[in-house]
T-cell receptor, first 111, second 111 residues
Framework: GEDVEQSLFLSVREGDSSVINCTYT??????LYWYKQEPGAGLQLLTY?????DMKQDQRLTVLLNKKDKHLSLRIADTQTGDSAIYFC???????????FGTGTRLTVIP | NAGVTQTPKFQVLKTGQSMTLQCAQD?????MSWYRQDPGMGLRLIHY???????DQGEVPNGYNVSRSTTEDFPLRLLSAAPSQTSVYFC??????????FGQGTRLTVV
C-alpha cells in the first residue's frame, strides 16, 4: 500500500521557523496536503500543493515539493505558541478519492 | 453551513456492546469516508462510499459495518465492540474536485 512517513516530534522556540518533513512512495499522487489538528479537535486543512508544482507560499506557510525524492515539507515562519499541534501530511492518488495519511508530527512551540 | 457533523463526541462502551457512530454532511458531497486515528499511526481508512447505495472497504474494515442510504448520512456500526477499537474516529466528505472536510471526531473507549 501507499506509505507516507513523518517524524513524530518536533520542538522549536517561539519566533523560529519550523520545518516539518514528509516522504511518500507513490509517484501517482495528484495532490499533497497538510492538515493541522489541535488538541481534541478535528483536522483542519492548512494548505495543499498540486503534484506538478514545486513550491507554494501562503502567508507564513511555505510548502516545498521535491518530486524526484518524493519529499514534501512544510515551513512555518515565525512560529507561534498557537502553532502547537499535530501536523499530518496526506496524499491523494490519480483517480482516487481516498487520502493516505502520515503518522503526524507533533509540533511543540517553546515560549 | 454545518459541514460534517459527527455524533456523539464521546462514548464509552463495554466489550461486546454495539453502537452506531453518526456522520452527516450538508454539502451534497458524493464521497464520504471513515477513518480511525491511533497514536503513532496517523489516520487509517475504515470504509468509504462514493455515493448513495455504494460502499467499500478501506485499510482496516474488520469489526465495522457501514451503509449509505442517503447522500447526507454515512453511519459507522460496531457490531460487537472490542478494546482494540478504542480510538478516535473521523468522518470526512469530499467531491472529486474538492478537498476533504473532516468532522470533529468521536472519541470511543471500549472497556
Amino acid at each position: 500500500g501507499e506509505d507516507v512517513e513523518q517524524s513524530l516530534f518536533l520542538s522549536v522556540r517561539e519566533g523560529d521557523s519550523s520545518v516539518i518533513n514528509c516522504t511518500y512512495t507513490d509517484s501517482s499522487s495528484t495532490y499533497l496536503y497538510w492538515y493541522k489538528q489541535e488538541p481534541g479537535a478535528g483536522l483542519q486543512l492548512l494548505t495543499y500543493i498540486f503534484s506538478n508544482m514545486d513550491m507554494k507560499q501562503d502567508q507564513r506557510l511555505t510548502v516545498l515539493l521535491n518530486k524526484k525524492d518524493k519529499h514534501l515539507s512544510l515551513r512555518i515562519a515565525d512560529t507561534q505558541t498557537g502553532d502547537s499541534a499535530i501536523y499530518f501530511c496526506a496524499e491523494s492518488l490519480t483517480g482516487a478519492n481516498n487520502l493516505f495519511f502520515g503518522t503526524g508530527t507533533r509540533l511543540t512551540v517553546i515560549p | 453551513n454545518a459541514g460534517v457533523t459527527q455524533t456523539p463526541k464521546f462514548q464509552v462502551l463495554k466489550t461486546g456492546q454495539s453502537m452506531t457512530l453518526q456522520c452527516a454532511q450538508d454539502m451534497n458531497h458524493e464521497y464520504m469516508s471513515w477513518y480511525r486515528q491511533d497514536p503513532g499511526m496517523g489516520l487509517r481508512l475504515i470504509h468509504y462510499s462514493v455515493g448513495a447505495g455504494i460502499t467499500d472497504q478501506g485499510e482496516v474494515p474488520n469489526g465495522y459495518n457501514v451503509s449509505r442510504s442517503t447522500t447526507e448520512d454515512f453511519p459507522l456500526r460496531l457490531l460487537s465492540a472490542a478494546p482494540s477499537q478504542t480510538s478516535v474516529y473521523f468522518c470526512a466528505s469530499k467531491t472529486d474536485k474538492d478537498f476533504a472536510f473532516f468532522g470533529q471526531g468521536t472519541r470511543l473507549t471500549v472497556v
